[in-house]
């Protein structure tokens, strides 16, 4: 999708797109057997994966908004604005429902008690084909050397990769040319909404973007740096990467 129009976000080429645009992409390059890479960027994935930016710039992967905070710095530092926003909870559902029949799941990542929920949420709600699973604890730390092979034993369609920012983007990032799956998704904490370790905030928050004020009145501990000193360096880093563009 690196034809389509961007939006550079503190050097973060984001893709300004739809859900169902989207969708057709994915399940077309499927179709195609091309490898894409898929991230879904938050002001948190923009300071913790500022790292790897060289890494992302590559044409297979397809990084696109996720939250207000983007929408902000799009109208700030770009006076653009995104399409629509993009998150995985709500788009992983409708890319499977668009597919032509079940896929090949793994899905790697969060906790040993909620990872057989979210795997039962796959199968029975998604009525996806689930070919393996790998926790993001103890599973990731006894089955790591060998786990890009056991995933392309299982032959899987997607992986879906669920260990938060930026552990799971530097595991795909370093992965991803081995692993045969035509997609892989990074999709943070998909797995504790599936698992129903974390509820979705009330359809009416969800349609004043304020989800994120949700989520912080029910985890203030995790979250309160995310939301302040986070959200600091996340402008900062636009304002770096706008200035240094405007000398060019």
């Not at 700030?76 to 992983?92: M, P, Q, S, V």
Request: hydrophobic share 45%; proline share 4%; glycine share 6%.
């Amino acid at each position: 999708m690196n034809t389509k129009k961007t939006i550079p976000i503190a050097g973060f080429p984001i893709v300004t797109t739809t859900s169902p645009v989207l969708a057709r992409y994915l399940l077309y390059a499927m179709w195609l057997n091309k490898k894409i890479t898929l991230f879904f960027a938050n002001t948190n994935f923009i300071v913790q994966c500022n790292h790897l930016l060289d890494k992302m710039k590559n044409s297979s992967v397809t990084i696109v908004n996720d939250g207000v905070g983007m929408d902000i710095a799009a109208f700030l530092f770009r006076r653009h604005a995104f399409k629509e926003n993009l998150n995985g909870t709500d788009f992983i559902p409708q890319l499977l429902s668009g597919a032509d029949g079940p896929k090949r799941v793994f899905m790697v990542g969060g906790k040993p008690e909620i990872l057989p929920k979210a795997l039962e949420h796959m199968r029975t709600t998604l009525k996806q084909t689930v070919v393996g699973s790998c926790d993001g604890y103890a599973g990731m730390k006894q089955r790591r050397a060998g786990l890009v092979e056991e995933i392309n034993r299982a032959q899987a369609d997607i992986v879906l990769v669920a260990l938060g920012n930026p552990l799971q983007e530097e595991w795909i990032l370093a992965n991803r040319q081995a692993l045969d799956a035509k997609v892989v998704i990074g999709v943070g904490a998909l797995f504790d909404f599936w698992g129903g370790y974390k509820p979705r905030a009330p359809q009416l928050v969800q349609k004043m973007r304020l989800e994120w004020l949700y989520r912080l009145c029910l985890e203030p501990r995790r979250l309160l740096r995310r939301y302040t000193v986070d959200i600091l360096k996340f402008l900062l880093l636009c304002r770096k990467y706008d200035s240094r563009n405007a000398k060019t």
